[in-house]
Antibody, heavy 121, light 107 residues
Framework: QVTLKESGPGMLQPSKTLSLTCSFSGFSLSTSGMVVSWIRQPSGKSLEWLAAIDWDGDKYYNPSLKSRLTVSKDTSNTQVFLKITSVDIADTATYYC?????????????WGQGTLVTVSS | DIQMTQSPASLSASLGETVTIECRGTEDIYSNLAWYQQKPGNSPQLLIYDANSLADGVPSRFSGSGSGTQYSLKINSLQSEDVASYFCQQYNNYLWTFGGGTKLELK
């Protein structure tokens, strides 16, 4: 059974660095074709893809946020991390991690429950 | 970057009705198009991938179609449990973008 769970600070101040962790089970990110992405959703709004890391360790970023994002994974291939630097109020959102479909890396077949991050002074 | 325009933004329909949601890309996305359903308080759930392939466990009243820049999601015989927001998503060259979403309510 594939499960993903996000964890984060809940609240942080503007200009700080946001660190998020996606812990997953039921698959290994070292399996060929696997991709884990980070996606966020401000309350009442649409979804925004942020970053992805694949089984080979290749990393992909949303061009509009690339300078602020760093995605990485642990050596055991059971966790993926995301750092966002210089956060501001516009970064307030629910942050999801999601895994690719087993037949295509282009869609998100499994999602975590999301973690709400509020940026406030 | 490819942008996705989804319409309508909101939709009210009756039980048993057929509903269609549209999504248009700014470029050809070669059927790399998915649809997700998100119920309030829940994470999105994959409905359709590769424009017209039904994800595991999704009822057959959901279907997807389209090509090039134009795609649609159809829900036949609307059920009360279909009340949700729906999002399209495209994939191109390791970049993913979502449409603005459609909120479906019962009339």
């Amino acid at each position: 059974q594939v499960t993903l769970k996000e964890s984060g600070p809940g609240m942080l101040q503007p200009s700080k660095t946001l660190s998020l962790t996606c812990s997953f089970s039921g698959f290994s990110l070292s399996t060929s074709g696997m991709v884990v992405s980070w996606i966020r959703q401000p309350s009442g709004k649409s979804l925004e893809w942020l970053a992805a890391i694949d089984w080979d360790g290749d990393k992909y970023y949303n061009p509009s946020l690339k300078s602020r994002l760093t995605v990485s994974k642990d050596t055991s291939n059971t966790q993926v991390f995301l750092k966002i630097t210089s956060v501001d109020i516009a970064d307030t959102a629910t942050y999801y991690c999601a895994r690719s479909h087993s037949q295509t890396g282009s869609v998100f077949a499994y999602w975590g429950q999301g973690t709400l991050v509020t940026v406030s002074s | 970057d490819i942008q996705m325009t989804q319409s309508p933004a909101s939709l009210s329909a009756s039980l048993g009705e057929t509903v269609t949601i549209e999504c248009r890309g700014t470029e050809d996305i070669y059927s790399n198009l998915a649809w997700y359903q998100q119920k309030p308080g829940n994470s999105p759930q994959l409905l359709i991938y590769d424009a017209n392939s039904l994800a595991d466990g999704v009822p057959s009243r959901f279907s997807g179609s389209g090509s090039g820049t134009q795609y649609s999601l159809k829900i036949n015989s609307l059920q009360s449990e279909d009340v949700a927001s729906y999002f399209c998503q495209q994939y191109n060259n390791y970049l993913w973008t979502f449409g603005g979403g459609t909120k479906l309510e019962l009339k």
